[in-house]
């Protein structure tokens, strides 16, 4: 690779997507941007994060105006801003994922919005659909760069993400997914001028959890949780049930499995509150201490509710003791690495509404937020989870760019474009091309 750079990646606590995407761009931390996942609480309820729910200013909006920015399927940054250039959210919902409004046409006619997040469940993402999602979003971002004069890209795929989460049991299916991505973005780069810095990275790693340990059935078992069971959802922990039971045989159908799994997951915690995704989602149901159910990496958020009895350092002192106690009897280790307070991680403008505890879990482990049967604390389920190392690639980059330091983080990117940009002459919106 010529003029190539290779690091680590070091992720945002928690190290999911919606924090870790919204931190490359901003340059800032959760606490600062405000972002600690796709939703979180507020109150009482469970509400969506999107582009107006980052407090802090991404770097599209911060360099040249004179110079066009093309920004496609950059998470949470629904609905999209006017912008000098193009912006493309990853939902097409409404009339506000795409800017200009002119764009609407052709995206149509690449069938874009067909392979939008909010239009297919994770049952539909087999292989075949997620390599037409990387072919079809790579002639986007093709016609998008040929058509505007830019000096800034930022185009993301996801695909890799959901091959990970559904397949880390088939190194074969990984394989053809990732191939198809190498390939598109292959023909993306090759099409842009020869000098062309490009800055590859993946927001977060994976790696495959062999054990499911269920947060707040723990904590229900150590009397941290309290809450109250709605009657529709008895079908649905029956589903759970069998679901679970189906996963632990051979490795196809723990793939197919594992998907309806999730969705059932979803659907059994949005009625209890632990692990909603939408703003109808009632929080009086908990009393205590809850584990927010969307994470699925290193790290897992756990709030108080606003009608826990105990203060926060009474409370603070028991969680730590059950924290000490805890053991899965079959491993003979306690899955929980280290518990932060917020204190120890957040100290931004936005830290008060950051998780009022963070677990760190042993990486052969994954976290599950979904209440069900709180006897049940483990299962021998193996996942997809995300791990807090993922990787930068700069083509045609110098060293420089990086002043030294070889561990970077999410919030390092912003500051190295910007010296990339400092480096190179502005272009103007009239100008014939665009050698950034």
């Known amino acids: ?203 977060h790693g994976y790696i495959e959890s062999k054990k499911n340990f269920f947060i707040n059935h723990w904590l229900i078992n150590a009397g941290l949780l309290h809450h109250r069971a709605s009657m529709r959802n008895r079908v649905l922990r029956t589903l759970m049930e069998i679901f679970e039971r189906c996963a632990e045989r051979s490795g196809e159908i723990r793939g197919t499995v594992g998907a309806v799994w999730r969705v059932v997951e979803k659907r059994v915690g949005h009625r209890e509150g632990s692990d909603a995704i939408g703003p109808s989602s009632d929080l009086d149901r908990l009393e205590g201490l809850y584990c927010y159910g969307e994470d699925i990496g290193r790290y897992y958020r756990l709030y108080l509710t606003e009608n826990s009895k105990m203060n926060y350092e009474s409370f603070s002192q028991r969680l730590e003791d ?56 483990f299962n021998t389920i193996s996942s997809g989870t995300h791990r807090p190392e993922g990787v930068f690639i700069g083509y045609n980059l110098d060293t420089s760019v990086l002043e030294g330091s070889d561990d970077l983080s999410t919030t390092d990117i912003v500051p190295i474009v910007l010296r990339i940009l400092q480096s190179r002459p502005v272009v103007k919106a009239d100008s014939k091309r665009a050698d950034v």
């Open 322 to 377: 059950e924290v000490g106690k805890l053991r899965d009897i079959k491993e003979n280790k306690n899955p929980i690495v280290k518990l932060f307070k917020k204190k120890d991680i957040y100290s931004g403008v936005h830290s008060l509404d950051a998780p009022d505890y963070v677990l760190e879990l042993d990486p052969t482990y994954c976290g599950r937020a979904v209440i069900f049967d709180p006897s049940r604390v």
């Open 1 to 203: 690779m010529r003029m190539g750079i290779v690091r680590i990646l070091r992720s945002t606590i928690p190290d999911m997507t919606a924090p870790s995407w919204t931190s490359i761009f901003t340059g800032a931390d959760p606490s600062t941007h405000g972002v600690y996942g796709f939703s979180q609480p507020s109150g009482h309820k469970i509400v969506r994060t999107g582009r107006t729910s980052c407090k802090a200013t991404p770097i599209w909006d911060a360099i040249n105006p004179l110079c066009q920015k093309v920004v496609v399927n950059v998470p949470n940054m629904h609905p999209v801003e006017p912008l000098n250039g193009c912006m493309i959210s990853w939902i097409s919902d409404g009339s506000d994922w795409v800017f200009p409004r002119d764009l609407l046409d052709d995206l149509h006619r690449f069938g874009y919005d067909r392979y939008a997040e909010s239009h297919h469940s994770p049952l539909k993402r087999d292989v075949q659909w997620l390599c037409e999602s990387i072919d079809t979003k790579s002639k986007v971002a093709a016609h998008v760069l040929e058509k505007y004069q830019w000096c800034l890209a930022a185009i993301v795929f996801s695909e890799t993400d959901w091959a990970q989460h559904l397949f880390h049991y088939s190194k074969q299916k990984l394989l053809t997914v990732y191939s198809a991505l190498d390939a598109a973005l292959g023909r993306i780069v090759s099409t842009l001028g020869s000098r062309t810095p490009v800055i590859i990275i993946s927001d």
